[in-house]
């Protein structure tokens, strides 16, 4: 298994442009979600999905947007790019919709720049 | 809502001693999990150590061990016999199956973890 991958694992943006982060898992997990980490904050929820076609908002879902068409697939969505942004990016997933003592495997993380 | 506090936000430790990094948190619910993650500085989270909060019994991993106090809502990580490898950011994690919160993990903001030869 391939686990989490994440694509790309570096970006740089201009403000205002769009870009899609790609994640893939292939170990049949329900519950997915992408992460944003930056400088002394820790790892905060951006958005989550328990399974194909349900998306719910996390922490700080302002700019981004998801879908989950498949299983497999997560991608996150960034309309239109601002310095804010600025940040490491994480996807995970986890088995059996997320509940249970199961823990969250984690892709690479995408290095991404807004200048 | 839930929140997880790392109040140490660097530690220092010889190699071969032990160090303890400490984790409160704040939950109105009586079932949950924590967890402790480690991210070397390839960027990789990597799990290092779980807890159920139902179980009374400290969980042992190896060279790691917590120290679980329910009612004072606290989660320390030990380390034992620390070696060059464990030089890492860790992170304290929560997580609860309710309040519609499913699956969601709740992090600290991390202790920085470095490790002198």
């Known amino acids: 298994n391939a686990g989490v991958t994440q694509t790309p694992k570096f970006q740089v943006l201009k403000t205002g442009q769009s870009m899609t982060l790609q994640c893939a898992q292939d170990?049949?997990?329900?519950?997915m979600s992408w992460y944003r980490q930056d400088p002394g904050m820790g790892l905060r929820l951006i958005h989550y999905s328990v399974g194909a076609g349900i998306t719910d908002q996390g922490e700080v879902p302002n700019g981004y947007n998801v879908s989950r068409s498949t299983t497999e697939d997560f991608p996150l969505r960034l309309l239109s790019a601002a310095p804010s942004q600025t940040s490491v990016y994480f996807c995970?997933?986890?088995?059996?919709?997320?509940?249970?003592?199961?823990?969250?495997?984690f892709g690479p993380g995408t290095r991404l720049t807004v200048t | 809502a839930q929140t997880v506090t790392q109040s140490q936000p660097e530690m220092s430790v010889q190699e071969a001693e032990t160090v303890t990094l400490s984790c409160t948190y704040d939950t109105s619910e009586s079932d949950y999990y924590l967890f402790w993650y480690k991210q070397p500085p390839s960027r990789q989270m990597i799990l290092v150590i779980r807890q159920e909060a139902y179980k009374q019994q400290n969980a042992t991993e190896n060279r790691f061990s917590v120290n679980f106090q329910k009612a004072a809502k606290s989660f320390s990580l030990k380390i034992s016999d620390s070696q060059l490898g464990d030089a890492a950011m860790y992170f304290c994690a929560y997580r609860t199956d309710y309040g519609g919160s499913q699956g969601n993990l709740i992090f600290g903001k991390g202790t920085k973890l470095s490790v002198k030869p």
């Open positions: 170990m049949n997990h329900e519950y």
């Open positions: 995970a997933s986890t088995p059996s919709g997320g509940t249970g003592t199961y823990e969250q495997y």
